[in-house]
């Protein structure tokens, strides 16, 4: 599935707000469940490709992307490329753009992170989060 993010909002196809069974629905998916604990500080849902995050009126705050999910900004593919490629993009869109090195990166403007950890075979963007504005990443 190819998805477009579009900062504060979700996605092209699914959207920050929704309800699990909104998502469910647009998705045509059944998720596995997760209720929040101890460990989990929100409910969460997983769809396979994307893991969604729900907020305490069950309405979801983010969606976090991976493989076989094709994750567009700005046209450009996120999942599966060079990492350091997309980090420099980033870094002309966001000056405050916040690193964490051997983890990947976090851009508060556009409440986008992407994962990508250092592996044997090189540097490549594993998942990638969009979120609501007040979400802290």
């Known amino acids: 599935m190819n998805f477009t993010l579009i900062p504060f909002e979700g996605t092209d196809r699914i959207k920050l707000g929704m309800t699990s069974s909104e998502i469910q629905s647009m998705l045509q998916s059944s998720p596995e469940h997760q209720s929040k604990s101890e460990w ?22 983010s969606f976090e992307f991976s493989s076989p999910a094709k994750v567009f900004f700005q046209d450009i593919q996120l999942i599966g490329e060079n990492y350091h490629d997309i980090e420099n993009l980033f870094k002309t869109l966001d000056e405050n753009l916040i690193i964490e090195e051997g983890a990947g990166f976090t851009s508060v403007k556009y409440q986008i992170g992407v994962y990508a950890p250092n592996t044997l075979t090189g540097r490549f963007i594993e998942t990638v989060l969009v979120a609501q504005k007040s979400f802290v990443l």
């Open 40 to 61: 989990a500080l929100y409910d969460k849902d997983y769809f396979g490709f994307v893991s969604v995050e729900y907020n305490d009126d069950q309405k979801s705050i």
